[in-house]
T-cell receptor, first 116, second 112 residues
């Protein structure tokens, strides 16, 4: 399967702990996005990368959140000192953007975080 | 503020009926618009992508249209089946700041 892969699929943690999610995009895709989704809502943009460069971070993303894409391939999203409000589905998507236009987005299955 | 709105929020129809889902966006300067399907607890599956220069796209029983001037897109599902039950989301890819804005989705339930 060469789709977008996310790990772990489910994570239960205690408030105050750190968690890290990993996303492996489709191999030839140069753009990678992170979104957060809560029940009954559409995905909310968190951040995105063009190759290894992080081009934008949402104002929703507090300093406790950090994302990396060190070699322009896989990406990690780390949440430090988790809070109950961080409980959500974290979605990763990738696309191939040959020029300035945005390509079709492909999503992974998501990583569900529950903070107790 | 750029917004994407989907109406209705939920819809139940008997199996076999044709139906239309609506998506509206406040900023007509878009690169393209994409429709997704999401099953409970799962990620999003891409259904159709319409480029800004196109008026519609078709895949099987699905047809999506785009009217940039009125800020609207519709997803038409023909001969609905119980397996079509899911949440359908649209996403507008904005020219202005390269953002991708999602609607909240329409929860569709096809009654057997």
């Amino acid at each position: 399967d060469t789709g977008v892969s996310q790990n772990p699929r489910h994570k239960i943690t205690k408030r105050g702990q750190n968690v890290t999610f990993r996303c492996d995009p489709i191999s030839e895709h140069n753009r990678l996005y992170w979104y957060r989704q809560t029940l009954g809502q559409g995905p909310e943009f968190l951040t995105y990368f063009q190759n290894e460069a992080q081009l934008e971070k949402s104002r929703l993303l507090s300093d406790r959140f950090s994302a990396e894409r060190p070699k322009g391939s896989f990406s990690t999203l780390e949440i430090q000192r988790t809070e109950q409000g961080d409980s959500a589905m974290y979605l990763c998507a990738s696309s191939f953007v040959p020029n300035m236009y945005t390509g079709e987005l492909f999503f992974g299955e998501g990583s569900r975080l529950t903070v107790l | 503020k750029q917004e994407v709105t989907q109406i209705p929020a939920a819809l139940s129809v008997p199996e076999g009926e044709n139906l239309v889902l609506n998506c509206s966006f406040t900023d007509s300067a878009i690169y393209n618009l994409q429709w997704f399907r999401q099953d409970p607890g799962k990620g999003l599956t891409s259904l159709l992508l319409i480029q800004s220069s196109q008026r519609e796209q078709t895949s099987g029983r699905l047809n999506a249209s785009l009217d940039k001037s009125s800020g609207r897109s519709t997803l038409y599902i023909a001969a609905s089946q119980p397996g079509d039950s899911a949440t359908y989301l649209c996403a507008a890819f904005m020219n202005r700041d390269d953002k991708i804005i999602f609607g909240k989705g329409t929860r569709l339930h096809i009654l057997p």
